[in-house]
């Protein structure tokens, strides 16, 4: 439907993390009764933690 089309999204820290909390959420009532979930955790998109305020 949508092959080989690409999008750029500029979007503010906090409408950033309410449309990854509607796409967690989305995904939850999808795969809520399915036998085998494909779920990974609270970690959904979440692909580093930053160490910023780690001491070295």
């Not at 409408?15 to 967690?24: I, N, P, Q």
């Not at 959420?25 to 998109?45: K, L, Q, S």
């Given at each position: 439907?949508?092959?080989?089309?690409?999008?750029?999204?500029?979007l503010?820290?906090?409408?950033?993390?309410?449309?990854?909390?509607?796409?967690?959420?989305e995904?939850?009532?999808?795969?809520?009764?399915?036998?085998?979930?494909?779920?990974?955790?609270?970690?959904?998109g979440?692909?580093?933690?930053?160490?910023?305020?780690?001491?070295?």
């Amino acid at each position: 439907m949508h092959d080989g089309e690409r999008y750029e999204v500029h979007l503010c820290e906090a409408c950033f993390f309410r449309a990854l909390s509607g796409l967690r959420r989305e995904r939850m009532v999808n795969t809520m009764f399915d036998e085998n979930p494909d779920r990974t955790g609270d970690e959904f998109g979440l692909v580093q933690r930053s160490e910023f305020w780690k001491d070295n």
